[in-house]
């Protein structure tokens, strides 16, 4: 923002340090009175939803506060009012000229307006509160957060809360989830900022998945804004040269034919599968490659073949060459013996023997396999597929390869899990998730109630969002992260 410095004015600049960069304070003294403005984002015109920004917090209907922060021994608070979807900030213990104000965000606090509000405490004072302003922008399907800040009037220091937001879309664990999810949903590109093309397809998933257990309509939306933005992006229909990213995609697609019945998803889903297809070969005996490349034959390409093909079947009256598929692809996996002695599955297979390569074990192979079986047995109605299912998840649920204390752990996560891995936890909950759900007894229901219970209390911000290790504390979160944690809370929702 833009200033200009009159010569009666004296300016002083201090640098705020922002989670993204370093922003700069600009303090004018006018008549001994401090004024602060942010040199930097500019504030969007006024946004209004239910009511318009700058409403009087004495009409509130509730007061909820969720984080404060301190600075020279003031407190800094955020009040929601989860009812109207509004928020608005406090300053105590403070002195006449102090000053407090909100920032707003609509991507997850990367980016933000500021200075929403911005106020000082009156003389005769030590307290003081902004106006209310919206949480979210409802017109542009705009999902946001809010945080208050405030500094002393004789200080330069500025203190700000951590990101948080209002109960609406966000009244259990998985809508408030989901809402973390889509703070990172880029509607340009429609796709999920901070995470790639295959884990967009998981996070759109998930949302998917959101829709079906919670009945949260809200963010359907991002269902035909996704297809329509990236129908002809790489080689069209979702499909690139890694197979197992058109498997997910094919999956995402399943689930949205799903949620709305619009037949263009589910043909989208069959090219995606007849893609899969055209890498099926020879080699090996069968099996589907890992990329157009055809170096590599792996589990979870073969796993999405086989869970792909199935579910199309199930969802195509009078099908026969889909459950053919499906039903080659299983018999194929068992014959690589790519699961092991242990009941848990490797990685992928040596092409000099045609067997187990013995490589790591992720949690993404054991789930997608398992969700594969499910639809395999449900198009076959073959109960020994869910019987060898529940030995998969008997093993993955209590090997120490995949579980520290009882909670899921990936092998990377003792270090740097890159792009991929944190979008593995999220499949194998999804794929727990379905298994459990078809067998009568819900063996995995206080295996997948822990997993959620400990995220949730151990690994979770102000902001409903995230970290990688469930056991915590929280890394650093972004959309591959958060949409495993959308993917467990789906599964116990």
């Given at each position: 923002m833009t200033r200009e410095r009159s010569p009666e004015i004296q300016w002083q600049e201090f640098p705020m340090r922002t989670s993204r960069s370093i922003v700069t304070i600009a303090l004018a003294v006018v008549a001994g009175t401090q004024i602060a403005a942010v040199v930097g984002p500019t504030p969007q015109a006024v946004i209004c939803n239910r009511y318009c920004d700058a409403r009087d917090p004495g009409l509130s209907t509730s007061d909820r506060q969720p984080v404060s922060s301190t600075v020279w021994g003031r407190r800094v608070v955020l009040h929601l009012n989860d009812n109207d979807a509004m928020g608005w900030a406090s300053i105590e213990n403070g002195n006449p000229g102090d000053r407090v104000w909100l920032d707003r965000s609509l991507d997850g606090g990367r980016g933000w307006e500021g200075l929403l509000g911005n106020t000082a405490i009156p003389a005769g004072q030590r307290g003081w509160r902004t106006l209310m302003y919206n949480n979210d922008y409802w017109a542009t399907n705009g999902v946001g957060a809010l945080r208050a800040c405030g500094k002393a009037g004789d200080r330069p220091e500025v203190a700000c809360t951590a990101w948080a937001r209002t109960t609406w879309n966000a009244w259990n664990r998985s809508t408030a989830a989901a809402t973390g999810l889509m703070m990172l949903y880029n509607q340009g590109t429609g796709l999920f900022d901070t995470t790639g093309w295959w884990n967009s397809a998981n996070a759109l998933t998930a949302i998917i998945d959101s829709v079906k257990v919670t009945g949260m309509p809200s963010y359907r939306y991002a269902i035909a804004n996704t297809y329509n933005r990236n129908l002809n992006a790489h080689q069209?229909?979702?499909?690139?040269?890694?197979?197992?990213?058109?498997?997910?995609?094919?999956?995402?697609?399943?689930?949205?034919?799903?949620?709305?019945?619009?037949?263009?998803?589910?043909?989208?889903?069959?090219?995606?599968?007849?893609?899969?297809?055209?890498?099926?070969?020879?080699?090996?005996?069968?099996?589907?490659?890992?990329?157009?490349?055809?170096?590599?034959?792996?589990?979870?390409?073969?796993?999405?073949?086989?869970?792909?093909?199935?579910?199309?079947?199930?969802?195509?009256?009078?099908?026969?060459?889909?459950?053919?598929?499906?039903?080659?692809?299983?018999?194929?996996?068992?014959?690589?013996?790519?699961?092991?002695?242990?009941?848990?599955?490797?990685?992928?297979?040596?092409?000099?023997?045609?067997?187990?390569?013995?490589?790591?074990?992720?949690?993404?192979?054991?789930?997608?396999?398992?969700?594969?079986?499910?639809?395999?047995?449900?198009?076959?109605?073959?109960?020994?597929?869910?019987?060898?299912?529940?030995?998969?998840?008997?093993?993955?649920?209590?090997?120490?390869?995949?579980?520290?204390?009882?909670?899921?752990?990936?092998?990377?996560e003792g270090g740097d899990c890159g792009a991929d891995g944190p979008s593995f936890k999220g499949a194998f909950a999804r794929g727990l998730g379905a298994l459990n759900l078809a067998l009568s007894d819900r063996p995995f229901a206080v295996y997948l109630r822990r997993q959620a219970d400990t995220a949730f209390a151990q690994n979770r911000t102000p902001l409903d969002t995230y970290g990688l290790r469930w056991i915590g504390p929280v890394d650093k979160t972004d959309a591959a992260r958060q949409h495993s944690a959308l993917d467990l809370m789906n599964a116990t929702n």
């Open positions: 069209g229909s979702f499909r690139n040269d890694f197979i197992d990213d058109t498997g997910w995609w094919g999956m995402a697609w399943v689930g949205a034919f799903d949620v709305t019945g619009d037949s263009r998803y589910l043909n989208t889903a069959r090219a995606d599968a007849d893609h899969m297809f055209r890498y099926w070969d020879g080699v090996c005996g069968g099996g589907v490659w890992w990329s157009t490349a055809r170096t590599y034959k792996n589990a979870i390409s073969n796993s999405l073949y086989i869970q792909l093909n199935a579910a199309l079947h199930n969802r195509i009256a009078g099908d026969t060459v889909y459950l053919q598929r499906a039903q080659a692809g299983w018999a194929w996996f068992q014959g690589t013996q790519m699961i092991n002695s242990s009941n848990l599955v490797n990685d992928g297979i040596d092409l000099s023997t045609c067997r187990n390569n013995g490589s790591a074990v992720w949690s993404y192979n054991q789930g997608v396999l398992m969700a594969g079986l499910t639809e395999l047995s449900r198009a076959t109605g073959d109960a020994g597929l869910l019987t060898r299912a529940r030995q998969l998840g008997n093993a993955s649920t209590t090997s120490g390869q995949l579980n520290s204390n009882g909670i899921l752990r990936d092998p990377c």
